[in-house]
């Protein structure tokens, strides 16, 4: 695996020269967001096994900054993992004034939101322009997948994978190109979260883990001997919480066999790396 860093500093003359001292094409990376503006961004991305990444660290420990690791998976590891956790590379965006009555809150802490529950299909203003792209997810909305029809039937529905109708916004027309992947199996058992930072509701009092960047998603405690399921564990505290969708090697080997785009794979391994979510503690 290779671990990546999206990092953006906004700089002033003096820091711009230390970036270039220590490697950085300050001139390539360099943007300024208003005219007016004494200072300018500087953002690129930069491997954790680059010799520069030390040194830029630091600095980002000291300046601050916007930083978002990710991790690129060898073949080999998601080959060999039982289980992987998938989300869409493509997102739509919703709207939030008709997205609201799909799903019954009147049971979900008013905080964090767990307890929601979807009792009306998702709606869409239109067909979607798939490409060559297959597969897809709402913005903030990432424990749902959207696929082609024909994705489903090929490749899900054999796997015991259900789907939903969806709807153009306002009508009660079924769109023809799109269906929304029926998960509603929960594991039975829980992650290995002994190293996943976390927070809990100050309402509900319930756990919510940060997204894993760094490296593998834990393994689970016990296999859960299903195809495509939901953990039991709730992610990403500072936005819409959700759970991670996670399917089987069968499966996955299934996905690449029939070609399909715009997914991408986290392997769940028991070689969870320490501050996997790549907090910055400064």
């Known amino acids: 695996m290779k671990i990546n860093h999206h990092v953006s500093f906004n700089v ?4 711009k020269a230390r970036l270039a001292e220590i490697g950085i094409d300050v001139q390539k990376y360099a943007w300024r967001m208003f005219a007016w503006s004494s200072k300018e961004d500087v953002t690129f991305d930069i491997a954790e096994d680059d010799e520069r990444w030390e040194a830029v660290n630091a600095l ?8 978002v690791p990710s991790t690129k998976f060898t073949a080999a590891e998601l080959n060999s993992a039982s289980y992987l956790n998938i989300n869409s590379t493509w997102y739509c965006i919703s709207d939030d004034e008709y997205l609201d009555n799909f799903e019954d809150r009147s049971s979900a802490c ?7 529950k979807q009792i009306h299909p998702y709606r869409m203003r239109m067909e979607p322009k798939w490409g ?5 997810q709402y913005y903030g909305h990432a424990d749902e997948l959207f696929v082609r029809p024909e994705v489903w039937h090929d490749v899900f529905k054999p796997f015991g994978v259900g789907c939903l109708p969806v709807f153009k916004k306002n009508t009660d027309q079924e769109l023809k190109t799109v269906v929304q992947l029926k998960v509603d199996k ?14 809990v509701c100050s309402e ?19 296999d859960p001997r299903c195809h495509m399921f939901k953990t039991r564990e709730r992610f990403c505290p500072s ?10 090697q069968d499966l996955y080997q299934a996905i690449k066999k029939s070609k399909i785009k715009s997914l991408r794979y986290i392997p769940v391994s028991d070689d969870v790396l320490d501050n996997c979510s790549g907090r910055v503690v400064r």
């Open 132 to 136: 060559t792209r297959h597969v897809m």
């Open 110 to 116: 008013n905080r964090c939101g767990i307890g929601r």
């Open 12 to 15: 002033d003359e003096e820091q």
């Open 60 to 67: 980002f420990r000291t300046w601050g900054g916007t930083h």
């Open 186 to 199: 929960v594991s039975d058992s829980y992650l290995q979260t002994e190293k996943l930072d976390y927070e």
């Open 204 to 222: 509900c009092n319930q756990m919510i883990f940060d997204l894993v960047r760094r490296g593998p998603l834990p393994n689970f405690q016990h």
């Open 239 to 248: 936005a819409r919480v959700f759970q991670e969708i996670i399917i089987s």
